[in-house]
């Protein structure tokens, strides 16, 4: 989930995760409905009402703003353990849309707000939750105003890597594809592409299934070039 109406931050060049052990969140949200999504299916798009507050069971959902000359700006990814939907506006202010076939829970955002109205753990679990998300989207400023190409690359693999149970050693999955990675990053298609061989061509990731599996071979030298 970065995400300006959305879920909280991990580390985040993608969402921040809600870690529950059977909280009021977990409670409340599993009052909700299941929806299962094809990749590239919109969760919900910009000017729709806001009547759902959704949670990521499985999958990946890309948070994107289309701007007047059609081009998209993702500003974040929400994970498994993600909410995206919430706010305080009557409209959906941004786009989600999955990068791969996705589970989503949804909840009524007027019962989930009346419920923390009477609920304090719950109310700080959504405050954090916007918290978090509002740091994420002051980090994608610094780093697509700031950063260079192997900066941004490079951090957000580490991003990825960072989410709590999100990879296996030192290897992490990308389910978007690079046009994606892209989008969120503000670079071309074929700067994530040269970008991500040269880091391996310099021994720091290797590349399996296709592209879509990274190993994070150095982890210390990917720390370094992020610029962290």
Known sequence: ???????????????GTIVATPSALDRTMGAGSVRRLESKEHVFCEGD????????????????KTLNDGRRQIVDFAYPGDLIGLGTLKEHVLSAQTTCEAKVRCLSAATLEREAEND?????????SVSQELAATRSLLVSVGQRSAIERVSLFLLSLYRRPGAHEDTAVHLSMLRSDIAD????????????????????VIELQQGGTVVTLADLARLTSLANE
């Open 49 to 64: 009402p806001r009547r759902h507050v959704f949670r990521i069971e499985e999958g990946v959902v890309a948070i994107y």
């Open 184 to 203: 969120l990053l503000g670079l071309t298609i074929e700067t994530v592409s040269r970008t991500l061989t040269k880091l391996r061509t310099m021994g």
């Open 120 to 128: 304090p753990e719950l109310a700080l679990k959504l405050y954090k």
């Open 1 to 15: 989930m970065f995400a300006a109406e959305i879920a909280a931050p991990r580390t985040r060049f993608g969402a």
